[in-house]
């Protein structure tokens, strides 16, 4: 397969040169608009070019700040028709045709007259401007962009010049983004714009107009250019008032392999109801993060904690949807979401969902380090059968209460249990071939937590000033957790003195957090350029860590005996309190706000076994915030306390190889952060750039300090203060799409992405700084030829380096290549095939683990139904049976290589139903399934 792909590369390119040739042997039409009434150039206006027979839309441009035009790539020998269009000026029209002799056809100055009638007075229909540039206002004619029968909303945008929509169905119009689409004028579904790209149907949709978020601009006057959000205004064929969308899917196939959901939203009027269910043991989330986000729900009542993987999965709030854990994954859901506007403009949302997760792992971990005199190596099998279970009850209420005055509260409350059995067995050896230690431990976990949170927000802007603003945002969080970890150790160590170790013991750590946090902000402005910020933000935390560890290791009739070495309890309670003054001054493109953050923490800590330790602590830190034209610049000083598990005095020794310590005499760690952004997007040329840089230094932050005895390799931890960390982080992306005729499209994104990390390492009070060095460019392109065939690839190529000050440790250096190439063929009709291609490889892994990973999925659909609304889908997974899953990493003087058993080849078959019922002749009819 990977020799394949230069071949293809070199047909790919071979067309696209074959392309480029041809559209040289067409015509062009250029000009220059002339405002004949005010003597000026006309800039923006629409230049459209039609076939003169049918007026079938040929290509389109808009001209230029100087009222220069120029449209290539035209047919010659055929009669087309050229339509000039302005808003307030008449429409200029001219047929004509190009040939061999006579290619390019220079229409001058053209004079453009003003008029008194509306441009779709003067128009012809089937003329109609397929975009039309106002003040402050871009507006498209969806019917001049075709789209397929089954398309959506978010098909149409890809089609439009200067908007772009990633892989995650966010939108950006002339590099800035997209925060809300309306419809007819009023929210649909909340503020998510997914909801509407990725379930309206294109064919419904009239006009796609774009303007600057005017909620954005009251709440920052000075906000700048390039990052005012978008809002897309849709005007439909007929308004829809309600309807229904979702899907229903179920599959099965070989190896017991299994899948089925169905997620749907019904509304009307105002009024949405989301319902949703899923199980499958395919490793992967039963539907995407946007149909969560969107159909589900979450978007209208709010996402306080997300998590995503690399490979898919994610969880929200708390609650996984499939694909979140390690090794062979089953996973269940099910839940709903109701959401109206009551009278008065007030929002309310409520929402259940539940979430489950039955996990098998098997991994094989490879971990090397240099020590002084030697290499210690350790293999670790490990084996585990895991259970998780959480539900998720919340809701939201949103209150205009007047034009400049928001209100919002969301509560919430998260029960959640897990369960798992685990074997971890461990071979230590010194310089490859010397046995140290082997361990073979057992354990089993209980988990229960609980957990109340919610926040609420007040914002109040001035209509007599503007600029005055009032903002409030208060948040509470109360979590109650318990974990009973069983384990049952044997372990054996070798060396002069042999000796073996028996550990069965059961450690019980409860856990309580209770935390409140306030925060207020006042905007005042003096004058235009002139404005005075002070914010105050409070918090209240209350953290409570109680360990008790038991003997089981007597007869099963006797009562555990508590271990008071092992117990103890630490509770922590204090008030953070920051007060941050400035001020916000406007020169021309420049704007700077300098400020002051004052910090006052009061924080009490008591032990059972050792004296409390009150921690006093006072801070003032400069600030700063800087925007210019395309670049943004900030300045902050961070302070964290440690957390209540590291103050722990307690050891934990449920792994003897590997001893935790605790450390009450932490201090909090006082971070230095910079950060500097550019974006800008060039109209011109419809290209994105985007670059980014961040830095941090780090006082007092925690770090590991590591001893390993050289005899057994048993290893301790212990967290301490150190000075001298920081790292950079910078990235850049450049994306240039280039769009032919609303049928082909072609995007190249070229990225960079760097890091540098500075740590200090204490192994055996040997105290050495490590850098790290990652680099990884990476080129992505995309190609759409009318629908018909989609390709895709990206490279990306990974250069890791670790050195060391101290020539205990050994240097550390490797690369990595990845790639993934997509293929979509719509070849015949109602038949689509798709494959999927993934490569990895890695120049440096331990013996005995793969270097190179390959996997190959394809795939066959084909639609039926009305509208293609069913699918049934043949696929098959990791078709070349070496699909594993391997990663490296680095740490300290640590070298992990991790290899662990995932799904391998297999078939399914699966049957999807799309429901995509909307009131009115358009887009079908009122029945719920239709055929």
Known sequence: MRSLLPAFFVLFFTCLSTVSFAQNQKGEVKGKLWDATHKEVLSYATIAVYTAQDTTLVTFRVSDEK?????????????????????????????????????????????????????????????????????????????????????????????LPGVTVDGSGNIAVNGKSVNKILVDGKEFFGNDPKVASRNLPADMIEKVQVVNDPDALRRDPDMPVNEIPQVINLKLKKGIKQGAFGKVYAGTGSDSRYEGGGILNVFRDTTQISLLGYSNNLNKPAFGFEDISRIGGFSRSGMNTIMVRSDGGFAVNGISFGGTEDGIQRSSGAGGNFNTLLKGDVKVNLQYFFGGIDADLNQVVNSTQNLRNDTLISRRNRNQESSNQSHRIGGRLDWKIDSVTNLSFSPSVVLAQSAAEQGLFTNTFRSFYEPLNTSDNQQMLENRTMTYSGNLSFDRSSRKKKGRQFNFYGTYNINDGDQDQYYLVDSYFFGLNPYNETLDQLRDNVVTNRAINTSFSYTEPFSKTLSGVVRVNSEYFRDRNRINTFDLAGEATVPPVLLPALSDEVERSGWRNYVTTGVKWKIKDLTLQPG????????????????????????????????????????????????????????????????????????????????????????KRSINYWAYLSGSYSQDAVTRARTVNETTGQQTTRPVNTDGNWQLNANTDINKDWKFDGKKQFSLTASLWMNYVRTLIILNETQSYGQSFSVNPSLNVRVNLNDKLEFSEQLTIGSRRSVYEDNTFQDISFTTRTSRTGVVVRVPKRIVWEANFDYTYNSNVAPGLRKDVSRLNAGVTFLFMKNDRAQLKLSVYDLLDQNISAYRSIRENFVEDFQTQVLTRYVLLTFTYNIRNFGGKVGGTNTFFRF
């Open 67 to 159: 009222g220069n035009f120029r449209v290539p790539g035209l047919a010659l020998n055929q009669p087309l028709r050229i339509v000039i269009t302005m808003t307030g000026f008449k429409v200029f029209r001219k047929e004509f045709t190009l040939t061999s002799g006579n290619a390019n056809l220079d229409l001058g100055q053209v004079e453009m007259t003003q008029s008194d009638n509306l441009l779709g007075e003067v128009i012809i229909t089937s003329e109609a401007p397929p975009i039309i540039v106002r003040k402050d206002t871009l507006e498209f004619n969806a019917n001049s962009f075709k789209t397929l029968p089954t398309a959506l909303l978010e098909d149409l945008l890809k089609k």
């Open 596 to 683: 002051v953050r004052f910090t006052l923490l009061n924080i009490e800590n008591s032990f059972q076994k050792i004296q409390p330790i009150d921690q006093r602590y006072f801070y003032a830190f400069p600030s700063l915030i800087a925007n210019w034209k395309d670049f943004n610049f900030s300045y902050n000083v961070n302070v964290r306390e440690p957390s209540a598990a590291d103050l722990q005095p307690v050891t934990d020794q449920s792994n003897p190889l590997f001893i935790q310590f605790g450390n009450p005499g932490l201090t909090p760690t006082i971070s230095n952060s910079v950060n500097l952004h550019f974006r800008k997007f060039d109209t």
